[in-house]
């Protein structure tokens, strides 16, 4: 099922809009458009949350963190020792319908050399092995366990959405039910120069940018997608990035450990590999969960040792997390961030030019998953072997890339 949005704005409606937040400049070219760019640009200013723009005036309001400490992760053999208990609470939330799967897949394959989406990009060697077959593959090895399907939302984007649609039908799924099957695009952000005003990228259309990998949840709510949650009585959200091909996705133990733990979130993390491995840490800000990224890791923080002798900090995120549904509710509208992001952005000048900046020269708005585990209190920081769930792509070849996750396919068995 996809859900879209049909537009019902009229110019007299868009006009009134763009005045409340002092954007009229959007309708400088509107005379000179053609229907179908007229019929666009209404559509845009519709779909287009103006209200982020309030936070250019208070970008300096940003959260700062006063205390950073370790927070204690499940590490794997208290996971192997408790693995009978977790699975069966685990396959008894699936059963009952209260385990959901939500696919962020908003990118496109641009660093591996390919023009679409990248949940299409083929990591086979001797046959077709998609990203997005790994992830159904992976997910199918839970519906087996547990005799029913996960209900599987899959976040798309402005540039990959009917690509993404159209492959999934052509592939049949890939064995999945497809009428278990829910597609979303995630929500646009306009991009503003530094007073405020939205940058036009042509003259139909707003300059703008995804609203960051912690507005999946809001994206998921404007186009009636969470409605759809409440009637399945779904009431735990397992999110997860598109590159990693290893991934358990809704998987049993982790849902029956978070689940066992009363913690409102868990997050799936791996031992890093190297002191200095770029990936965000779990750890207690201002005594709440939260993650730190690799870039703002003092050297204090990276040879802090607990009492264990080990690294204090030594648990990477692998973007894999489990949010008790209820709970996002409560955060979404109301205390999650916008993260203003200063940005170079195509853009038309003031005589209807494109320019391409050399320098940053605006804003972008994002909110984070990284927030969404610091609002809610609690989370279980579970251990899984990166051998065996940790396979990520983000380059052709080197670290993270198609190449070692081949190889890391190969060590666990999967034909490619």
């Known amino acids: 099922m996809d859900s879209g949005s049909v537009q019902t704005m009229t110019y007299q409606d868009a006009y009134r809009k763009l005045e409340e937040y002092g954007q009229l400049h959007v309708l400088k070219y509107y005379d000179e458009l053609n229907e179908e760019q007229k019929a666009q640009l209404l559509q845009q200013v519709e779909d287009t949350d103006f209200s982020v723009l309030q936070y250019v005036e208070h970008k300096d309001a940003a959260l700062e963190i006063k205390e950073i400490s370790p927070i204690a992760a499940m590490e794997l053999d208290e996971v192997e020792a408790r693995r009978e208990e977790f699975t069966q609470i685990g396959l008894d939330a699936v059963r009952q319908g209260k385990v959901a799967a939500v696919l962020l897949a908003g990118g496109m394959g641009t660093r591996l050399g390919s023009d679409d989406p990248k949940c299409m990009y083929d990591i086979g060697l001797t046959h077709p092995v998609y990203i997005m077959q790994r992830l159904v593959e992976n997910l199918m090895d839970v519906v ?5 399907y996960v209900p599987f939302f899959i976040m798309t984007s402005d540039k990959n959405h009917d690509k993404t649609v159209s492959f999934m039908e052509k592939m049949n799924y890939f064995g999945y039910d497809p009428s278990k099957i829910w597609f979303f695009k995630q929500e646009m952000a306009p991009a503003a120069d530094y007073s405020g005003k939205v940058y036009m990228e042509e003259k139909y259309r707003i300059s703008t940018s995804p609203n960051g990998n912690g507005g999946w949840f809001l994206s ?128 038309l000048d003031e005589n209807g030019n494109p320019v391409s900046p050399e320098q940053p020269n605006g804003y972008k708005f994002e909110q984070l998953v990284l927030d969404m585990v610091r609002e809610l209190d609690t989370c279980l920081p579970v251990e899984v072997d990166r051998a065996k769930e940790f396979a990520p792509i983000k380059n052709k070849t080197g670290v993270d890339s198609v190449e070692s996750a081949r190889e890391l396919c190969r060590q666990n068995g999967i034909e490619l």
């Open 144 to 148: 087996k366990a547990a005799g029913a």
């Open 220 to 347: 998921m709510k404007r186009c009636g997608l969470i409605d759809k949650v409440h009637e399945l009585g779904i009431e735990w959200l397992n999110t997860f990035a598109v590159d990693n091909v290893l991934q358990r996705i809704a998987d049993p133990v982790f849902v029956g450990a978070t689940i066992a733990s009363g913690c409102a979130s868990g997050a799936k993390t791996v031992r890093k590999a190297d002191r200095d491995e770029r990936v965000g840490v779990i750890c207690l800000a201002d005594g709440r969960p939260s993650i730190i990224e690799y870039y703002e890791m003092t050297p204090e923080l990276l040879d802090a040792k607990n009492e264990k002798g080990d690294p204090a900090y030594n648990f990477g995120v692998i973007m894999n997390y489990l949010f008790r549904e209820k709970d996002l509710e409560r955060i979404v509208d109301e205390v999650l961030p916008v993260h203003i992001v200063e940005k170079k952005i195509p853009c």
